[in-house]
């Protein structure tokens, strides 16, 4: 006996769960749904992403729903487009053997018109973001005013993307009267005041603890030096040959430029943020699905609503700001009762984050070191072996075989694998037999500060035609800071100093020690002389940045290499040349660059030749 008739669905639906293949039902199917079926109530689901939510309020909404009546009886919030269209779809298959039911999909990047014609023919059933659903109802395109369900799905992640004020504009053209089922992976202050506010004593369904993690995800951290954070991606992706991952960044800048270094480090990359067009994200979703993509570089936002299956790995390369948003992005992997892991690559600063999300989570984190160089490459090897073994035999090639074997009889077996292996490995342990230890983190010396001031000395000066000003504007537009958080800023001829809080000193060393000014590398590092008098020496080596001429404009250790790696399993590819899919390439650092020179030349012409007599007045206030 299937165990879904034990909770009370009726024969369409369980004629379509069939068909489906679903057997047993999960945690939160067992609790919701025989209580959404016999009560007309409220309720308050939280539960961790791909743990059968929609399957869980779908179908005791669709037993509920009068398919002979054509108004519009439930609604379905949701925060993204991709997880709107996810839920129709989900809807309409669970519902395909009941006959006048209609479902109907509302978000923006579609045509309004179209959605509201599609309302008009008779929609049971509405699924909307919030954005467009305000839209529809200020033009007056649909009536909400009899429904007897809403279910917002995903709560959190639609409050903490800013729709607080849709959704409560929304509920305000409801009845008083609904059932309000709200689904929700962590339970912050904001959907708590939504429950008091527009539910009536909602009965609260729990799987696992609040804001807890996935038993099903391993969590693990990677401490690095901030300059080391791109070539620990890197490892972490060669040590998992078969990685299929969401790699999460804090900016839409930071996102495009790791993508873009990945996909000229051969890797299969692509980036998906706020900035790309809908055809864009459509298209770069539709390869993630198909695993055309292996490494998926997104944002928080632009990742909402992703339900891919089999991720085997989420990798924070930055932190979130917000601990509950980690759980959100772990929960992308270990879905459908598979394992997932959750990578965090770190600084010594941000140990204490992860035991802040520890305890939130109630989960261990687990400190493993960046894998070395040979470490990657015996990984690499052994797979390479096990493709070999598990590989199909063509038997195309059986006309050729007689001339093969001519011309390979006198190399002994041993020999043979030998060289067979080495056509595909001998550049990667090319590239790795000579490659750093990324696990040596400095002690006090070179230890990041995790409070106070913190000064920077970076090899761009006057001579780059920088003044305080200037400098100062370009460290914010680049930092994506606030202008008071740079001050102290003094300029020299070849280099010059800034000041952040300490707060930031991770976000400084790993984003300016990634771009270039005019074609030169930026060097950023931390000064020891934290109070600034120092202004004409390096604090260590004693090189006089003045009379040396200026910044570090040799290779940076560590950089790209050569051949770079091959799409699928990270083996080194033969050529070192940039691919992009499907258009031209280019460089975040060049293109950057070209964007910082034009806003200097911009400022040095729109401002007036008296500022220079004030200059000096400033400087010495600001500094």
Not at 332 to 341: D, E, L, M, V, W
């Amino acid at each position: 006996m299937n165990k879904f008739e034990q909770l009370g669905l009726n024969e369409s639906l369980l004629k379509a769960i069939g068909d489906l293949g679903f057997e047993t039902p999960s945690e939160v199917q067992e609790k919701a749904i025989p209580l959404l079926l016999e009560e007309d109530t409220d309720i308050v689901a939280l539960a961790q992403t791909g743990t059968g939510k929609t399957a869980a309020f779908g179908f005791p909404l669709i037993q509920k729903i009068d398919p002979f009546n054509r108004q519009t009886q439930a609604l379905i919030l949701s925060p993204t487009r991709e997880l709107c269209l996810q839920i129709t779809n989900e809807i309409k298959l669970y519902s395909k053997y009941i006959d006048g039911l209609h479902t109907v999909a509302v978000y923006g990047g579609a045509s309004i018109n179209d959605q509201a014609r599609e309302v008009k023919r008779g929609a049971q059933v509405i699924v909307a973001t919030p954005g467009r659903m305000q839209d529809m109802i200020n033009r007056g395109m649909v009536n909400i005013k009899n429904i007897s369900i809403c279910v917002l799905d995903e709560a959190d992640e639609m409050l903490n993307m800013g729709f607080y004020e849709d959704i409560t504009s929304i509920l305000s053209d409801t009845p008083k009267d609904k059932n309000t089922w709200l689904f929700s992976a962590t339970m912050p202050q904001e959907v708590a005041r939504i429950a008091k506010e527009f539910m009536k004593n909602p009965q609260e369904i729990t799987v696992g603890h609040k804001n807890s993690s996935s038993a099903n995800i391993s969590h693990e951290y990677y401490l690095v030096n901030a300059r080391d954070r791109y070539e620990g991606l890197k490892r972490l992706a060669d040590a998992n040959p078969d990685i299929f991952s969401v790699i999460f960044c804090r900016t839409k800048r930071d996102t495009q430029a790791v993508a873009e270094k990945l996909i000229e480090d051969g890797y299969n990359a692509a980036a998906l943020h706020g900035d790309l067009s809908q055809a864009q994200r459509d298209g770069v979703m539709k390869s993630f699905r198909g695993r055309q993509i292996q490494m998926l570089v997104a944002t928080d936002v632009a990742a909402r609503g992703i339900d891919v299956d089999n991720i085997t790995h989420v990798i924070n390369y930055q932190l979130p700001d917000e601990i509950e948003t980690y759980t959100h992005r772990s929960g992308r992997t270990g879905r459908a009762g598979k394992s997932g892991t959750s990578f965090v690559i770190i600084t010594k600063s941000e140990i204490r984050k992860i035991h802040s999300i520890e305890r939130i989570i109630k989960t261990k984190f687990e400190e493993k070191a960046i894998p070395s160089g040979m470490e990657i490459c015996e990984i690499q090897l052994l797979h390479l072996a096990n493709k070999i073994k598990d590989t199909e035999t063509d038997h195309t090639i059986d006309t050729y075989l007689p001339s093969i074997m001519d011309l390979l009889q006198d190399i002994p077996k041993e020999d043979l694998i030998k060289k067979v292996v080495s056509i595909e490995f001998n550049r990667f342990l090319n590239y790795y037999k000579k490659s750093k230890d990324l696990t040596q983190i400095p002690g006090k010396a070179g230890e990041v500060p995790t409070s106070g001031a913190v000064r920077y000395f970076i090899n761009i000066g006057s001579r780059d035609d920088y003044d305080w000003m200037t400098l100062k504007d370009f460290l914010r537009d680049t930092l994506d800071v606030g202008r008071d958080d740079i001050f102290k800023v003094d300029v020299k001829e070849g280099f010059s100093f800034f000041n952040t809080d300490a707060e930031l000193a991770d976000k400084v060393m790993s984003i300016l020690n990634e771009i270039k000014v005019n074609g030169r590398k930026i060097n950023v590092e931390i000064s020891k002389n934290d109070g600034g008098k120092n202004q004409g020496r390096r604090d260590h080596g004693g090189r006089d940045r003045k009379r040396d001429g200026g910044g570090f404009s040799g290779r940076r250790e560590g950089g790209n290499r050569e051949g770079g790696f091959r799409r699928e399993g990270g083996a080194p590819r033969s050529d070192s040349r940039p691919r992009r899919e499907g258009g031209s390439e280019r460089k975040f650092e060049s293109r950057d660059g070209a964007r910082r020179t034009e806003g200097r030349s911009e400022r040095r012409t729109t401002t007036s030749d008296s500022r220079s007599m004030f200059d000096k007045a400033k400087r010495s206030r600001r500094s």
